[in-house]
């Protein structure tokens, strides 16, 4: 891949399968209660820039998720995210530079 070829239709996939397998290994709990990551969507990227033969792609998305307890019961809502990850030239995800997650609309929600 070129640095011009780093689109949000051209990362989704792999962000999906990073950001899920993040998920699956324990970030998709608060509150004692497991939360289901169901989609990523509103992808937009910030910045692309090379180092060596790979790339930092940052920029922001959604989390469509949804989180199921005894009390309060079934909450569904969007979690915003800023990422920055480091892509190879094939544009699989090599590392993670930073993840944020604003968990303040869950917050809100269980209250």
Sequence with gaps: MRKEDFTPDAIHDELWRYEL????????KLGGGKIVLRRI???EITTVSE?????????TATLEVTADWEIPGE???DLPMKFSYEFDS???????VSCSIDYSA???GVD
């Design 21 to 28: 397998q993040e998920y699956e290994d324990g970030l998709g």
């Design 41 to 43: 969507a509103d992808i």
């Design 51 to 59: 180092k060596d033969f790979h790339f930092i792609v940052d920029g």
């Design 75 to 77: 909450w569904s809502g």
């Design 90 to 96: 094939d544009g699989k995800i090599v590392s993670e």
């Design 106 to 108: 869950f917050d809100a």
